[in-house]
């Protein structure tokens, strides 16, 4: 990728100390030896990155024991192990359709606890919610006290402006235009990054679930609405405003019913949380369950419910073909009841998908059902919270004590 | 964006090597002072590199005369200005439906010599086209005899694959899953490199052309088909592949007429040239010309004229919706008859992405006609040939002379 300016020393070392603390963060612990292959740095490079590492907090080193010693290295001097500290944590908030949740994540991934509460599906007051989020957060501050709390990452299944966190659109609380980031860090008196929920998903479905190691992503999930998330080049498509990704209204059937969003036709107006239910005859509204249910009857033979498995599975691959198309990722995951949908009829879905995709006749894409579940949003949201962690270290911990650096860029 | 693995002092001076020879490339002669500005780094790492450049045969210092010499500095010593060296060069192709141009380009896009050569729109022989192509480049490498010629970029009217430039589908020339790339590199025994005439075209509107310094930019380009290729976040949307950025298949009609790659109402059923020609009561096939005529026509009166560019413009407006609604791009550039189009009715494709773009009432996109009109493949298929020099100035110089370079990444 074409770089506009140079790298300079100083910055250098924080690249390194940001990528060495990133591996451990997604990878666990590590030893010296494997992290001197995998960076492509030196060993004293490597000694003196986990040194500095060691004397901000963020990681501990210790001899391997007989589970982390590499097999075949059991002799000899043992190089050292690398754990990132779980004492160094961050508060994730998803914000659902009918649920709060929120967790406290330690650095190296682990969830240390967590709280949800339901609310009724519609508009809801953004005080309200702010000041709901916010006892959540105290509790669980409160009770687990972290050695050190980074800041907050939130969730929101919308529009989200990354300049500011505004969440410019979120039809499914009844928002527009409402400054809840910067409400919610005045409240906690912390950092606060809000980001959208299916970006947020294929983020952590890179970092933690289905597509690790994985540079060309889609991630589409499916609830009341489909939200779309995509790695392009191991990067977030995010944008210039952070408004991309909005997938679920692309046309597929012009034929079709009007949309919320005012068009004719669009992908979720067919593939909807709604849509199948009711062509199931059950009542909309039901949420995960009653489409687990639906899904769960197709496969016991009920004809209503194959029926509309079948449609939402077609339409699921109809859509999939512009994706395909327009991004030619390695591997799409399927969140939510597309997952679900996806797990049922993955025979469907392809055949449907590949009728008519351009230049794809070999079917090259791997389909997979995202393997954090409900969850991925939310560890997604633990990710945007310490990722300027993760970018430079030392901008969010400041210096450590005095110590040489001149060898840590070799 | 997340890095993976660290950055070691060699790759480092690789790195700061590629940015100053690609940013004297891309603005042209530069001098120290800004140079050090610029990059972030300081005025000994400056001179240190631009030393190793010049060495390398890849740039050449001088004093500033009168009209380089920035204004209110024309006293004390003044800062030498580095020039990229235009004797360096690469050799440009752009294969296109009814004709092939070569052109020799030097260092900072200078393009030193062209030739064209028409031929009949339809289906064409693969070792024809590389022997004339052969032919073509080789008068001009003959008449100009560069000091040093690099390679050879390519820009192909399909679908080509990324890894071996195979090109895997061309519908223009007839072409399914030709090995054009490695003949063309035997044929000539220099490196070839193929791309999307559309992704160049991105990448060509982004260093020269409509896109200057826009890290998100979609660029659209209407011919017989449409072609689309993105910018995300500064880098090129390849896909897995190298597939990515086929935007004319999107459904914008399923009412509409079967599109040649099998699906319904595909947006280049409703916006191609001979959708424009027809409807203005003209054969199809005249190619741009004929274009330009009908959108004179329409500018002058005539009826069905107007009604055929209106048509477009709306079908251009709709489809663009949907590019909004994906990509939330800063610029889209719209080259080909959609930049005639838009030219001609600005008002019509803004009001039509507008009346359904999902969180951008304002209309924030800025909408652009193309500045680089048929050359941008041609422009792109030259920086395709330089990239492997701007990544890396010594993997393709090779080292030069024996200096000390220890001074260089300071």
New interface residues.
Partial sequence: ?????????D??RR??L???L??VHTDGPTSRAELTT?????RS?IGD?TGQLESLGLVSEELPTEETAPLGRRSGRPSLVVSPRSDVAVVAIALDVDRITVALVGLGGVVLDRRTRLHERGSHDVERVVESVSQLTHDLLTQHAPRCCLGVGVSVPG?VRASDGLI??GPNLGWVDEPFTALLAEELGMPVQSGNDANLGVLAENVRGAAVGV??VAYISGSVGIG?GFL????L???????????G???????GTTCR???V?CWETKVGENQLLTHAGRLPGGGPQAVAEVVDAAAAGEERAIASVEDVASWTGVGL??VV??????VIVLGGMLGRVLASRPDLVAERLN??T???PGG?VDLRVAALGEDSSLVGAAELAFSPL?ADPLAVMGEPEAQGHDAL??
């Avoid at 995010?238 to 909005?246: F, L, P, Q, S, W």
């Avoid at 209204?249 to 034929?255: C, F, I, K, M, R």
């Fill in positions: 990728m074409p770089r506009r300016s140079g790298i300079s020393q910055e250098l690249v390194n940001g990528a060495l990133r591996r995998e960076l492509g740095l030196n490079t990155l529009a410019r659109f540079a060309d779309g392009v080049g191991g990067q498509l995010r944008g210039v405003e952070g408004y991309a990704g909005e997938i209204h692309l046309a597929v059937d012009s034929g969003c005012g068009s036709g073909r512009a198309n327009v991004f030619n990722p390695e009728s008519a351009l230049i794809s090259r993760l860029a070799q």
